[in-house]
């Protein structure tokens, strides 16, 4: 009888042995079909997000392409009626341009025409102290960019005003328009009540 017992103890505890291995594989073959379908959804979740975020700069594209068109019809706007805003505000004004060093060619050329176009009686340049020379009186005493203290002392005494040009507000018509105004000393709000008939 003793072996039945001890044989009746080997098969239970095999029994238990092998249902615990059963029990084991099962779980761990249900824990990877959850992780499984954990990583599919992660990955559903991933791409929807990633189409919204497709969708939305394709959105964000179309609006900066619309504002870049509608910005250059208003610079193509701002340069057909600058003449006719500018025209004849400088007349009978002679201006001294005093240009700093650091100043393009172009910037300083941009903001002649525009002085030009407004009909300015008389538009002296000085370049740097090189022609440190030029006597008179202006109307107006234009300093653009960086002028040295000696310089803008000096010129400063030829004229009723002096008015420091921001080269950076030159970069566009808009501020072109409002240095004229500025110059012969009229306010933007006082022609917006102008009327046709």
Request: hydrophobic letters at 45%.
């Amino acid at each position: 009888m003793l072996v039945d017992i001890r044989y009746h103890i080997i098969t239970v505890v095999i029994i238990f042995v092998t249902l615990a291995i059963g029990i084991l594989i099962g779980s761990s073959m249900l824990g990877n079909d959850l992780i499984i379908e954990e990583q599919k959804n992660l990955v559903s979740k991933l791409e929807d997000d990633f189409r919204y975020l497709r969708s939305e700069n394709k959105q964000f594209e179309r609006e900066v392409n619309t504002l870049e068109a509608r910005l250059a019809d208003n610079i193509k706007f701002q340069k057909m009626i600058m003449p006719l805003v500018v025209k004849g505000q400088l007349e009978k004004q002679s201006l001294l341009l005093v240009v700093g060093d650091n100043i393009s060619s172009d910037l300083k050329n941009q903001l002649i025409k525009a002085l030009k176009l407004a009909n300015a009686e008389s538009i002296s340049l000085v370049d740097g102290i090189s022609d440190i020379e030029i006597k008179g009186e202006f109307s107006r005493v234009l300093f653009l960019g960086q002028v040295n203290k000696e310089i803008k002392d000096y010129y400063s005494k030829l004229s009723k005003g002096t008015i420091k040009i921001n080269s950076d507000e030159l970069n566009n018509i808009s501020g072109l328009i409002k240095l004229v105004f500025e110059v012969a000393s009229k306010d933007l709000a006082d022609m917006r009540g102008v009327t046709s008939e």
